[in-house]
């Protein structure tokens, strides 16, 4: 009796044990440039675009899921299957892209967390992005010298940080419940919707999480093939329980610039939004939310290197140390911070960049998890693939339009 009730907790324990990589990926779900999408859509267009936030989250469910399962059931990331099968021609060209959004993901994360810095502490905003990538730094060392185990506790931990922060303001102005779910009726309203709708798909299904997320499962998950089939069972359970949270904490950020923000003058600046929220909810709802943007941004610095040396790593075979990497994508950053643009458009505009990143991860994805001599019995089945197809269409639907919508003014 006493065996029969202890195997149930032994297999409870030996779940929570393989939990951990989505909620390292789910970062990238909460990083600052989803709060320059966020706060922007809610104070613009109040509930309208609440929609988009359960949409996108419900695809990154699957396309997190699919990415795991990769790594999972091959033991590789999918930067290195897709570094085996390419040419070297074509290897070059798709790191390039994938590149390019790293870099507009680096932007974003360094740039809100100079902007944290600067609302909680006065700290100038070019400094503030040195202090970040320096403090970045520390966290990617303890992934070196601790293992991925210690970097996932120190991750998670800034997200627990992070939605305190985020959600807080909820208790002290709760949303309208029936504009809440009207938010839920798909619509759009112009071009500038499109653009808001592309921003927060860009910064809910980010591409460089897409590729992370094989190589974290590689690492934290891969077995042999006996012990797959419940493997795999945890995983979906460790991916919806980590983008169910980031999703939440994404909703809350426009409901409460929906709720507070809707109409006012200077919210469509980060700093300008928490001045109303510090205004409207109280000094104190202004500090958890800084705080909040600070964890996100320093977290999400971290994670976003790491998932560019492993982009690297599997596409060009070439391993460099995360401190040059880090010190060599800070730079961009630093500069445009320099340049006097307005840091809140120039993560909106990052947010961009990243959505049209995601068909180059999520397409070769797709067609890689059906093939049966890579994944064998755990290939997607028709259903699945048939969802993964739509999402990947609409995605790319969005970005076409998007492009015409901004060409033609």
Same mark, same amino acid.
């Given at each position: ?17 393989? *939990? ?59 930067? /290195? ?70 970097? /996932? ?101 426009? @409901? ?14 980060? /700093? ?8 409207? @909810? ?15 941004? @320093? ?27 880090? *010190?060599?994508? *800070? ?33 070769? @994805? ?44």
């Amino acid at each position: 009796m006493t065996r029969t009730a202890a195997q149930p907790r032994t297999g409870r324990v030996r779940l929570v044990m393989l *939990l951990g990589p989505a909620f390292v990926a789910a970062i990238a779900y909460v990083d600052p440039g989803n709060v320059a999408a966020n706060l922007t859509a809610g104070a613009r267009f109040g509930y309208m675009l609440v929609w988009v936030l359960v949409a996108a989250n419900a695809m990154a469910v699957l396309v997190q899921y699919l990415s795991a399962k990769l790594g999972v059931v091959t033991g590789r990331s999918l930067p /290195e299957v897709l570094g085996e099968r390419l040419p070297r021609p074509a290897r070059l060209a798709y790191w390039a892209q994938a590149e390019v959004v790293a870099a507009a993901t680096d932007l974003a994360e360094v740039i809100g967390g100079a902007i944290a810095l600067n609302l909680l502490f006065g700290v100038p905003l070019v400094l503030g992005g040195v202090i970040t990538g320096v403090v970045s730094l520390l966290v990617l060392a303890v992934q070196q010298r601790r293992g991925q185990r210690a970097f /996932e506790g120190v991750v998670t931990s800034m997200l627990a940080v992070l939605t305190v922060g985020f959600c807080a303001g909820l208790f002290f102005s709760p949303p309208d419940p029936a504009a809440m779910l009207a938010g839920l009726v798909p619509r759009l309203q112009g071009a500038d919707s499109v653009l808001l709708a592309a921003s927060m798909l860009g910064a809910t299904v980010m591409p460089h999480a897409i590729y992370l997320h094989s190589s974290l499962a590689r690492d934290h998950l891969h077995a042999p093939s006996t012990s797959v089939p419940r493997i795999l069972r945890a995983t979906r359970v460790d991916v919806v329980l980590a983008l169910i949270l980031a999703g939440s904490v994404n909703i809350a950020m426009l @409901l409460l610039a929906a709720a507070n923000l809707a109409g006012r003058e200077g919210t469509d600046t980060i /700093e300008g939004a928490h001045a109303a929220i510090a205004g409207t @909810l109280g000094p104190v709802v202004g500090v958890l939310f800084a705080v909040g943007l600070l964890a996100s941004g @320093l977290a999400s610095t971290s994670v976003g290197a790491y998932a560019g040396a492993e982009i690297m790593s599997g596409l060009l075979r070439v391993r460099v140390s995360l401190l040059t990497r880090r *010190l060599v994508t *800070l730079l961009p950053a630093i500069v445009l911070l320099m340049t006097g643009i307005s840091p809140t458009w120039l993560l909106v505009v990052s947010q961009v960049v990243l959505s049209f990143g995601i068909p180059f991860a999520m397409i070769p @994805l797709v067609r890689l998890t059906r093939d049966r001599e890579l994944l064998g019995e755990h290939r997607n089945a028709l259903t699945t693939q048939v969802l993964a197809w739509v999402v990947a269409g609409v995605i790319v639907a969005l970005n076409v339009t998007l492009l015409w919508l901004t060409l033609t003014g």
